[in-house]
């Protein structure tokens, strides 16, 4: 999560209590990173076997130009102590402006799974400043935080969904590499879209990879079989 504009994360033993060894000494198990600008939050975590622990969320930059809200997606990842893992990607974090390098973007990861060989997978949006242009994508890392060429060619998979203020924020892994991505489109119909293990549609699934169900309400919740 968040505490005091920085990614925050805290470590529970067995009983519940807080483990107080994770992380630096008196902090009761807490974990604060300021990543510079001016706020950043984790919206989704993922641990691997190792006990290394990688986060997904985003940053946004102070002051902010043109009364624009300037973020970008970023990935993080700790050593099992805490400690960023200057292994990965530029002392431990990596960036993506999804929409594009100029300064009137917002950008997001709100989801991320690891694939059994470590590649990490997350599930992202960008928009420019006024939101008139949105996209939802799916990136492949690889272990040291580098995109996945593997992977659609250039590491990136855009999804043809109606982006603008839609709630994809649902991303799984099949066991054979497939990924499905869930969520709302901004028209409020639920969406489906299931991707091969290089980030192709896959044709399998609905006819064109994008199944979508028009009901009232919201996801609550998907699980995947295989």
Do not use: W
């Not at 300021?34 to 102070?62: C, E």
């Not at 993080?76 to 100029?102: P, Y």
Request: glycine share 16%; no cysteine; charged share 20%.
């Amino acid at each position: 999560g968040h505490a005091d504009n920085d990614f925050a994360l805290v470590r529970f033993k067995a009983d519940g209590l807080r483990d107080t060894n994770f992380g630096p000494g008196g902090n009761g198990g807490v974990v604060q990173t300021d990543f510079g600008g001016g706020s950043s939050a984790a919206m989704a975590i993922t641990l691997q076997p190792d006990g290394k622990i990688v986060l997904a969320g985003t940053r946004y930059f102070l002051p902010v130009p043109d009364g624009v809200l300037l973020g970008e997606s970023m990935l993080a990842r700790l050593n099992s102590d805490g400690s960023l893992d200057a292994t990965f990607g530029t002392g431990g974090i990596v960036t993506d402006q999804i929409f594009g390098s100029t300064f009137r973007y917002e950008s997001e990861f709100l989801d991320i799974v690891r694939q059994t060989d470590g590649k990490l997978v997350a599930l992202g949006y960008g928009s420019d400043a006024f939101r008139d242009n949105t996209i939802v994508v799916v990136n492949r890392y690889n272990a040291d935080g580098t995109l996945d060429a593997t992977f659609v060619g250039d590491g990136r998979a855009e999804l043809a969904v109606h982006a603008f203020g839609s709630s994809m924020d649902t991303l799984l892994l099949f066991s054979d590499g497939r990924l499905l991505i869930a969520g709302e489109d901004n028209r409020g119909t639920l969406q489906f879209v299931r991707l091969t293990a290089n980030g192709t549609l896959d044709t399998t699934f609905s006819g064109d990879g994008i199944a979508s169900l028009d009901i009232s309400g919201g996801l609550g919740g998907v699980i995947v079989n295989g």
